[in-house]
């Protein structure tokens, strides 16, 4: 299994160089398979579809929120200022391939892919549950789904804001995540 990891790492990232190279609609999944000196079927085997590649992807920034313990000093943070690191953690995870990232979304929206946009959906979800749950939210019930439909919607306007910027260290999508999640006083 670790074999495999290391091969599906692998396979990403030559996919990243190559879209870094020229963009991520050029890339090639026969190229990425010469450069690693795999056959197409290796590929397939971890990576059915293209699309699979891009939630690899994501997965990999949700890796880095997830793979750290929570330590006293963080756990002792205000729960604004837990999700506003996580969050950031996140962005800056993608940092080195922001311009494939963009690439990557308008890929999953182009009008055709409304099977991507459906799972799209489900991969926001996804993410946003595992910052409450890296950020030790404890928020249960009614007030627990009107939660998550803010941060949902704090979290994707953060990102479309850090798709774009570019202000060193990303201080305008920091910025913005400070100021509107320390507005949010029922988080706890």
């Given at each position: ?52 590649m891009v939630e690899a ?132």
């Amino acid at each position: 299994m670790k074999q495999q990891n290391s091969l599906a790492e692998r396979i990403l990232d030559a996919a990243l160089q190559q879209a870094e190279s020229s963009n991520w609609d050029a890339v090639n999944l026969h190229t990425v398979a010469k450069t690693l000196d795999i056959s197409l079927q290796d590929i397939k085997d971890i990576y059915p579809q293209k699309d699979d590649m891009v939630e690899a992807w994501f997965d990999r920034a949700d890796k880095t929120i997830l793979s750290e313990k929570a330590s006293e000093e963080f756990s002792a943070l205000a729960a604004h200022e837990r999700l506003h690191q996580l969050m950031m953690s996140w962005f800056r995870a993608m940092n080195d391939h922001r311009r494939v990232t963009r690439q990557m979304l308008c890929y999953k929206l182009e009008p055709g892919h409304i099977h991507l946009q459906i799972l799209g959906i489900m991969r926001i979800s996804r993410t946003v549950q595992w910052f409450r749950e890296a950020a030790l939210l404890k928020t249960e019930s009614i007030h627990r789904i009107f939660e998550e439909i803010i941060l949902t919607r704090i979290y994707l306007l953060g990102f479309a804001r850090w798709l774009f910027d570019r202000s060193k260290n990303s201080l305008h999508t920091d910025n913005y995540l400070r100021t509107t999640l320390k507005r949010l006083r029922s988080l706890n």
